[in-house]
């Protein structure tokens, strides 16, 4: 590619990403469409998390180069990364217990089909723009550290398509391709994303292909879900057909991820026709310093200015596009483990169905003697995962009844920073030593987070180290599939060891 029309290309990028992220940023997570015109648009200078992370990969390209792994990545991320949110904080308690990737984005992770990894697809598309297949290969490499399935997919069909577009500046052409090398066709990203196209190619009116949208992917309980977000993304700029404004803004309108989708199209847009995708009104509304939370900024080397991420993209390019290997990188294969991996997490319930137990009698027991009746102890049932799937014991009950001893051995943090977090996909009542936690009946399916528990609460309980207390978890209108889960973590959202559930005090 000719030198200056590369360079704009990377500063439509990375402009486009800044600049419609916050346009999407103030609607993040609604469950809702937004109704949204030019007019409502409000910018605030916000760090924009879809980027740091990709400031860090840049570092950790320029150490690795082109035999960048993911586990190298894994190593960069327990340097430069202390905290995170959902699949990012799963990732560094994985790598902390000393799994590697793509163990860590496969292992007790509830959100691997996050949007944490689509969102880091630029770098690889950028640095790589002429090798499509290298783009997707180091894209896959990113997201295993805390992704698996189609949360490694969906980062691989944007790096794929962007690299395509950087050199093509076909937005649609680019898209296409991306979809043609999907590794799997009947994966979830595969197919949702085809009807998409289908509905493009058979003529259907945005509006009635909006609706379908939302009838359908919209629904998803986890608004970061990566394939829904990847569909509005999709959708918008097929029928946006490069106009910025009505991309984006369609984007957002979706509701859901909206900083993310609406960052995406940005950046897209700009890979495909470099600043020349912006109106000029709206070309001075980026700072050219960088908005970067303290963590990012802190690291020696990485760019605070949109002229050196610009400069410090190309150099990198430069560098090591002639690096790479002769033939076709490989498709992504979804990682499997051979052998058993070390358990992150352990815990053990007393699960009791109320027609068939006396629960007041059981806790009373319990209280007293401080052990499980001998009576009940082939109902303590082990989980190795942060997340209980209880569906067995779902067939047989309408309301399930569960105990257990929390032994509280965590000594790293002050009790005044704990924090307890309890979801379940039924309504749910939490008690600890007999007082009443926490009695959520809002029936949304669950997301075990601690910064967005649905499915139950998220709140500070000071607990005294060495303390044991007596749990008693009731769910109720039980039906299968049903899962619930009870974990503590910090007030940056990590999860936290040393909170341990077993039967007897």
């Known amino acids: 590619m000719e030198k200056q029309f590369y360079l704009d290309k990377i500063r439509g990028c990375w402009f486009g990403k800044c600049l419609a992220g916050a346009v999407g940023m103030p609607f993040e997570g609604v469950p809702f469409t937004v109704e949204m015109e030019e007019k409502d648009i409000h910018l605030s200078d916000v760090p924009n998390d879809d980027l740091e992370m990709q400031l860090i990969w840049m570092d950790a390209l320029k150490r690795y180069g082109t035999g960048l792994t993911s586990r190298d990545l894994g190593d ?163 029928y946006g057909r490069g106009d910025f404004l009505e991309t984006v803004l369609s984007a957002v309108r979706f509701g859901r991820d909206t900083d993310c989708t609406g960052a995406s199209c940005g950046a897209f847009l700009g890979i495909a026709k470099g600043m020349a995708a912006f109106p000029e009104k709206w070309r001075s509304c980026v700072a050219d310093r960088l908005s970067l939370s303290d963590y990012v900024s802190c690291i020696p080397g990485v760019p605070l200015t949109l002229t050196e991420l610009i400069e410090r993209t190309a150099e990198l390019h430069e560098a090591l596009s002639p690096l790479l290997r002769a033939g076709t990188y490989p498709a992504y294969v979804p990682w499997e483990p051979v052998t058993p991996l070390p358990e992150t997490t352990h815990a053990q319930w007393l699960i009791l169905d109320a027609a068939r137990c006396d629960a007041a009698a059981v806790e009373r027991e319990l209280r007293e003697t401080g052990k499980c009746p001998e009576s009940l102890r082939s109902r303590v049932v082990p989980f190795s995962t942060f997340v209980m799937d209880l569906s067995e014991f779902a067939d047989r009950a309408g309301t399930l009844h569960l105990f257990s001893f929390l032994h509280v051995e965590n000594t790293g943090v002050a009790p005044e920073e704990i924090v307890f977090s309890a979801t379940a996909d039924v309504g749910m009542t939490v008690w600890m030593d007999g007082r009443r936690l926490m009695n959520c009946h809002n029936r949304q399916k669950m997301l075990p987070s601690f910064h967005r528990a649905e499915g139950g609460s998220a709140f500070s309980l000071p607990l005294q180290p060495g303390s044991t207390h007596l749990f008693h978890v009731t769910l109720y209108n039980c039906l299968p599939p049903l899962r619930a889960c009870l974990m503590f973590g910090n007030l940056f959202n990590d999860h936290l060891d040393g909170f341990r559930f077993s039967p007897d005090a």
Request: negative net charge; glycine residues 6%; charged residues 25%.
């Open 76 to 238: 960069v991320w327990m340097e430069r990364i202390p905290h995170g949110c959902d699949e990012y904080s799963v990732a560094i308690h994985n790598l902390r217990h000393g799994l590697r990737p793509p163990a860590t984005g496969r292992c007790n992770n509830f959100f691997h089909d996050g949007m944490g990894a689509t969102i880091r697809s630029e770098i690889w598309a950028l640095v790589f723009p002429e090798r499509p297949d290298a783009a997707g290969y180091f894209a896959q490499q990113d997201a295993e550290v805390d992704h698996w399935g189609d949360g490694v997919r969906c980062e691989i069909f944007m790096a794929t398509a962007e690299a395509h577009a950087c050199c093509h500046s076909d937005i649609e052409g680019a898209l296409r391709f991306a979809l043609a090398h999907i590794d799997d066709r009947e994966s979830r990203t595969f197919r949702t994303l085809k009807r998409i196209f289908d509905a493009y190619d058979g003529g259907l009116p945005e509006s009635a292909a909006r609706d379908r949208l939302l009838l359908t992917v919209q629904r998803n309980s986890n608004f970061t879900d990566c394939v829904m977000n990847l569909c509005f993304i999709v959708h918008s700029l097929l």
